[in-house]
């Protein structure tokens, strides 16, 4: 019987020694593991980044998504423009046109008569292509133009962001961009001119809304 005893508890010590052993190799198979795939999972960040940053070197002008590092001024004006739009009615455009001291430069004829324009070219004569038009270009990208003496004041911020750019060299995102406010033919003319020759809207830093109209390019004021 003793002999049968001291069997058994020499069993059980084994067997928990061996689980010991087994719990420590499997614990340190694990930190193995974690510390091989750490520098591998920073190493595949750090490309991403490298990548983001090499696309947007390539660019010859600053492209922003979102509004989120739009200056406040720039960004409450944006916020009322495309508002006026979402609205579907005309007249809501000249809420923000009234924040200026000057209207905004919407082309050959003065402002109120641009909007009748509109509204008459319309299918329905309610305006609502163009406010579409104006909704969808100030949803997408835009661009950061340097441009003045005045340091707090010489950004001008630009939508669409092709409209600065060369129709050659646009990222997938950028020609997604393009394809909402532009048709495939529309596309495919500016892209044969090189240019983007549709509508733009420029504000500058100090939130002044300056243009609403067809860009010109070569044109050395703060609109498109």
């Known amino acids: 019987m003793q002999i049968a005893k001291r069997a058994a508890q020499h069993y059980r010590q084994c067997r928990n020694k061996c689980s010991v052993v087994r719990a420590c190799v499997l614990l340190a198979t694990t930190l193995a593991a974690i510390m091989t795939a750490a520098p591998l999972q920073a190493q595949g960040t750090k490309k991403t980044t490298a990548q983001k940053q090499v696309a947007t070197a390539e660019l010859p002008v600053a492209v922003e998504y979102g509004a989120n590092r739009l200056p406040v ?52 004569g309610s ?74 809207l420029a504000i500058g830093a100090d939130g002044t809304w300056h243009a609403f109209k067809r860009v010109r390019h070569g044109d050395t004021k703060a609109k498109p």
Do not use: C
Request: no cysteine; glycine share 8%.
């Open 73 to 124: 001024n720039v960004a409450e004006m944006r916020e009322a423009i495309l508002a006026a739009a979402l609205s579907g009615d005309m007249k809501e455009l000249l809420i923000p046109i009234q924040w200026n001291e000057l209207p905004p430069d919407f082309g050959e004829k003065p402002v109120k008569e641009t909007l009748s324009d509109w509204q008459k070219q319309s299918h329905d």
């Open 127 to 200: 305006g609502r292509e163009m406010l579409a038009l104006l909704a969808g270009i100030l949803s997408g990208p835009y661009a950061v133009r340097r441009q003045g003496a005045d340091v707090e004041n010489a950004k001008i911020f630009i939508w669409p962001a092709v409209a600065e750019l060369p129709l050659d060299k646009l990222t997938p995102p950028l020609e997604v961009a393009l394809l909402r406010i532009a048709s495939v033919d529309e596309i495919k003319r500016m892209k044969k001119a090189g240019r983007y020759d549709g509508y733009g």
